[in-house]
């Protein structure tokens, strides 16, 4: 039972375009929302988060958007780079420490 | 400045050996996750531990077993692996609930089971 969803295995932008990476989730119980970004033979590393009390925030060129809802949250990074070439996951939790990951959406920017 | 720090990173075991994979965190944090990614799965939960001393099962639990043995140290064992746990396997940290909600990861551990 996939309770977040990443429904693109793959993106591929021009750079200095947007990229917009998409979200979906089932559970009405997530309150806190995380995208995490992931190189090769690395671990994933936080990039940005999100309370369900909010419906956007942003750090520099990363902002993400929730949509209670539609149950939906997006990654939108403009603009975007070469060095944002990775695969992105979306997380959702809920009182703590059971975080689900969607399964991933590999991103390529084009110079 | 080691984060979160994983051994071994790469292993080959035969179906019914078994085996620890070691995890130690440097940052003080209260709680301790292990991942497995696959394929197209993304990132599931193994078990967790929300302090010295708890663990808690998380979505995949079946054939693992985990020790909290301290407040920086999480291992996670595989009694009788099998070809099913062919795996990377990662290791993470948060400094909730005393802080936020965020996973500091470890680089993974590569396993194979033939």
């Known amino acids: 039972d996939q309770q977040v969803k990443q429904n693109s295995p793959s993106l591929s932008v021009q750079e200095g375009r947007i990229s917009i990476l998409n979200c979906d989730y089932t559970n009405s119980m997530f309150d806190y929302f995380l995208w995490y970004k992931k190189y090769p033979a690395e671990g994933p590393t936080f990039l940005i988060s999100i309370s369900s009390i909010k419906d956007k925030n942003e750090d520099g060129r990363f902002t993400v958007f929730l949509n209670k809802s539609a149950k939906h949250l997006s990654l939108h990074i403009v603009p975007s780079q070469p060095g944002d070439s990775a695969v992105y996951f979306c997380a959702a939790s809920w009182g703590g420490n059971d975080m689900r990951f969607g399964a991933g959406t590999r991103l390529t920017v084009k110079p | 400045n080691a984060g979160v720090t994983q051994t071994p990173k790469f292993q080959v075991l035969k179906t019914g050996q078994s085996m620890t994979l070691q995890c130690a965190q440097d940052m003080n944090h209260n709680s301790m996750y292990w991942y497995r990614q696959d394929p197209g799965m993304g990132l599931r939960l193994i078990y967790y531990?929300?302090?010295?001393?708890?663990?808690d099962k998380g979505e995949v639990p079946n054939g693992y077993n985990v020790s909290r043995l301290n407040k920086r140290e999480f291992s996670l064992r595989l009694e009788s692996a099998a070809p099913s746990q062919t795996s990377v396997y990662f290791c993470?940290?948060?400094?909730?609930?005393?802080?936020?909600?965020?996973?500091?990861f470890g680089a993974g551990s590569r396993l194979t089971v033939l």
């Open positions: 993470a940290s948060s400094a909730f609930p005393t802080g936020a909600n965020v996973l500091t």
């Open positions: 531990s929300a302090s010295e001393g708890t663990t």
